[in-house]
T-cell receptor, first 115, second 111 residues
């Protein structure tokens, strides 16, 4: 399968713990996006990378959130000191090219539950 | 005003009917527009891009009205399999190259 993959698919953690999610984009895709989605809402943009450079971060991305894409391939999203409000589906998407005008291909998401 | 607004629905439509939804956007600098489809507990997938001149793909027609800042999606001869949430997506080129998703419109096709 050459689509976008995310790991883990589900994560249950206790409040205050740190969690890290991984996204493997489609191999030739330059851009990689992270979104958060809660029930009844559309995906909310968190951040994106153009190759290894992180070009934009949403105001939603508090200091507890950090994302990396060290070699321009896979990316990780870390949440430190998780809070119950962090419970959501975290979606990763990738696209080809250097603008936001291209189709994004989404991974299956990581569902985070913070107890 | 929200950057991208959609009627959340749900739209309950009998099979075979035609249904249309709109999406309004606030930033006139918006340049690219898309409709994505999301099934329950699945990831979004591109349904179609929206071009300035309007475009059609089978039973689906998308249109852009820049003057009034909205895009529309028309589904003809609706099928049970069209039941899903339809997400409007707007890309605002410029310094930030922002991509904004609407909250989605839920569609239920009734047998």
């Amino acid at each position: 399968d050459t689509g976008v993959s995310q790991d883990p698919r589900h994560k249950i953690t206790k409040r205050g713990q740190n969690v890290t999610f991984r996204c493997d984009p489609i191999s030739e895709h330059n851009r990689l996006y992270w979104y958060r989605q809660t029930l009844g809402q559309g995906p909310e943009f968190l951040t994106y990378f153009q190759n290894e450079a992180q070009l934009e971060k949403s105001r939603l991305l508090s200091d507890r959130f950090s994302a990396e894409r060290p070699k321009g391939s896979f990316s990780t999203l870390e949440i430190q000191r998780t809070e119950q409000g962090d419970s959501a589906m975290y979606l990763c998407a990738s696209s080809l090219g250097t603008s936001g005008s291209r189709e994004q291909f989404f991974g299956p998401g990581t569902r985070l539950t913070v107890l | 005003r929200k950057e991208v607004e959609q009627d959340p629905g749900p739209f309950n439509v009998p099979e075979g009917a035609t249904v249309a939804f709109n999406c309004t956007y606030s930033n006139s600098a918006s340049q690219s527009f898309f409709w994505y489809r999301q099934d329950c507990r699945k990831e979004p997938k591109l349904l179609m891009s929206v071009y300035s001149s309007g475009n059609e793909d089978g039973r689906f027609t998308a249109q852009l009205n820049r003057a009034s800042q909205y895009i529309s999606l028309l589904i003809r001869d609706s099928k049970l399999s069209d039941s899903a949430t339809y997400l409007c997506v707007v890309n605002m080129r410029g310094r930030d190259d922002k991509i904004i998703f609407g909250k989605g419109t839920r569609l239920h096709i009734l047998p």
